[in-house]
């Protein structure tokens, strides 16, 4: 039984080197390895010691590929991918739309070989794992494709996950799941730190994961992310393919875990009568909303706190607008610091995502039952941006640069917190007086507006200039809107 993930890791990508040159990219070399993983690991559960009854129809399975050579076997290939794109459960999301990108039917004929040698299922769970997640952050660097808005730095999930401490028999959904981060990360939790019982574990495979993309691709290989993991029946998807924000699914979870993507606006393209394409923005309509707005991150927001069961536990990453923007902004941000115990915001460095300048944070806050007096005492405030610098390469962020937090958090008990360099806190009364609610705090002082050479790489200031200008653009429309409505 082969385990040495560092070999076949780099046999996978020895080969997507070579299939570079023929212009596969890192994403559709993934996506390729997703179908044909999923279709030889489908066909080792057939055989000894498993012998589980087939789940891909005969003739679609992964020996009628094998069978096959030449203009044949890519004639064959697109034949399966679009006929288990129409089932349903998890090969209808791995499947769903799925192309061949492989067009010499030699290579993926090498491909299959290079899938063939190697018993998929007899390596242990944790190795598959970081095998997949290899290639997923090799897909995310890549920044041509835009995969990387779906990544969230694993240390940072990690974090995350350490101090919403998940227990057995949980319900853990992520409404923009991208390939799976907090997901995974949830689950390796409740893996590591709990002695389950045979009942705990089938929950935890089968019922304490959900997630939702609106990225078919993206939704694929999060469902294959989970596979990997043996999380997930075989007929039952956790994932699913969908705009999240369209309406309220009438669930509630125990735990949201969410970084929704980035970019203010929702938009669809409308062709007008001129043949021209419009993008026009969507404005969501929903009765479990507290303002309607275009901007997606305050959507997401208003999403997660209606996904919560009451005590439900939420984490969002979100930009800096939604902390200070005003109109919709403000009356959310009222709203949520009244209704929910928004306990802790973790201001983030820039650096740490594959867009670049993006300045975001993590937002924890628990739901509550109905009361008259406002749920949050005091906002936690942890400053992890003022004078820190972080790269995706060179200087990229580890496990260890957010230790301090999670200690500072406490997670054992919030009640016992301390205040120090890094951390402060402010009551409900005092964030009530700041002017609209604003909760872009900091208070320490930046070294770097006295010392030019501190200053980040030109693309980053470039793209904080922008994300500011839009920013102020989009304070300057809600003024005008009011205007327009005569407020």
Known sequence: MQNDSAGIVQKLWNYCNVLRDDGVSYGDYVEQLTYLLFLKMAD?????????????????????????????LEVHYRHILESLGKETGMLGVIFRKSQNRIQDPAKLRRLLELINAETWVGIDIDVKGAIYEGLLQKNAEDIKTGAGQYFTPRPLIKAVVDVI???????????????????????????????????????????????????????????????????????????????ALVSDPGDRYDIILTNPPFGKKSSITIVNGEGKADKEALVYERQDFWATTSNKQLNFL????????????????????VLFEGGAGETIRRKLLSDYDVHTLLRLPTGLFYAQGVKANILFFDRRPASEKPWTEKLWVYDLRTNKHFTLKTNSLRYEDLTDFTRNYNPENRRERAQTERFKSFTYDELMQRDRVNLDILWLKDESLEDSANLPDPDVLAAEIVDNLEAALEEFRAVYENLEQGT
Not at 52 to 72: C, M
Not at 172 to 188: Q, S, V
Not at 192 to 209: A, N, S, V
Request: net charge negative; hydrophobic share 35%; glycine share 10%.
């Open 44 to 72: 080792e559960h057939t055989k000894p010691p498993f012998n589980k009854p087939p789940t891909i129809p005969v003739g679609l399975d992964w020996q009628s590929l094998l069978q096959k050579d030449g203009s044949a």
């Open 165 to 243: 401490k998940p227990e057995p028999g949980m319900t853990i959904y992520d409404p923009a799941c991208g390939t799976g981060g907090f997901l995974l990360a949830a689950h390796d939790f409740l893996s590591h730190h709990y002695q389950l019982d045979k009942e705990q574990k089938t929950f935890l495979k089968l019922r304490t994961l959900g997630g939702k993309d609106i990225v078919d691709s993206v939704a694929r290989l999060c469902a294959m992310n989970l596979y990997l993991r043996g999380i997930g029946g075989e007929e039952e998807s956790p994932i699913e393919v969908g705009d």
């Open 302 to 321: 208003q999403h997660v706190k209606t996904l919560l069961k009451i005590n439900g536990k939420a984490a969002i990453v979100v930009p800096d607008n």
